[in-house]
């Protein structure tokens, strides 16, 4: 079974081809999750997330706001989808809900059944087996590891990477973990992964730490 992640450098909307990607891996008749931090007008906010989807024929969605959904619902309700959606925000909160609960295992699982996952800022920063939070992200003003859901085993992940002049957290965490492949994502960007593998990328930019230098691979 082939797994399919999408991971952003900002908060929605999709870039459009990626958009048209994650829809042709939808079942219609099942719902796509989005899992989101509940904020004051969240509802006004949803249609920045599903109208790229809605353009290309994906209508049905399940809405899981964290801080207020039992997680014996939420559980039921990502069973039931045929993709999820997590989308931005604090990032050690995203881990808390996510990563620290049983939700982490069964978006994995999900995963690991061939549906489709997409992350947003720190939704992707989560999808990964090593969490990294750079000191721009965090009350703390740190950098922090922390353990991700693991649907990218050999993957470490920068977003928001020109925008926030985070180049230096990026190699920090290149040296961390020299061996593993690396991306470093702008805002407005996606790549999108099959079995752990990159095979497209659109939007700003996307770089890469070789040779202990940062190399821009893709983009406007």
């Given at each position: 079974?082939?797994?399919?992640?999408?991971?952003?450098?900002?908060?929605?909307?999709?870039?459009?081809?990626?958009?048209?990607?994650?829809?042709?891996?939808?079942?219609?008749?099942?719902?796509?999750?989005?899992?989101?931090?509940?904020?004051?007008?969240?509802?006004?906010?949803?249609?920045?997330?599903?109208?790229?989807?809605?353009?290309?024929?994906?209508?049905?969605?399940?809405?899981?706001?964290l801080q207020s959904t039992p997680i014996e619902k939420a559980i039921r309700l990502l069973k039931e989808s045929s993709g999820v959606i997590i989308c931005g925000g604090d990032t050690n909160t995203y881990a808390d809900f996510i990563v620290?609960?049983?939700?982490?295992?069964?978006?994995?699982?999900?995963?690991?059944?061939?549906?489709?996952?997409?992350?947003?800022?720190?939704?992707?920063l989560i999808c990964p087996n090593k969490c990294i939070i750079s000191a721009k992200d965090n009350d703390k003003q740190e950098y922090q590891l922390r353990k991700g859901v693991g649907l990218l085993s050999n993957t470490v992940l920068a977003?928001?990477?020109?925008?926030?002049?985070?180049?230096?957290?990026?190699?920090?965490?290149?040296?961390?973990?020299?061996?593993?492949?690396?991306?470093?994502l702008d805002e407005k960007t996606g790549i999108r992964l099959l079995n752990e593998e990159l095979i497209d990328m659109e939007g700003k930019g996307v770089y890469s730490v070789q040779n202990k230098r940062l190399v821009k691979i893709g983009g406007k």
């Open positions: 079974m082939d797994n399919h992640l999408f991971l952003f450098g900002s908060g929605p909307p999709f870039t459009p081809r990626l958009a048209k990607q994650f829809a042709s891996l939808i079942a219609t008749e099942q719902p796509i999750s989005i899992m989101f931090l509940e904020r004051d007008g969240w509802k006004d906010y949803m249609p920045i997330v599903t109208e790229p989807l809605e353009q290309v024929g994906r209508h049905h969605f399940t809405y899981i706001p620290d609960s049983e939700l982490g295992q069964v978006i994995k699982e999900l995963y690991m059944e061939g549906r489709p996952i997409t992350g947003f800022s720190a939704g992707a977003v928001h990477l020109t925008e926030w002049n985070d180049e230096e957290h990026f190699s920090q965490m290149v040296s961390q973990f020299p061996f593993y492949q690396n991306f470093g």
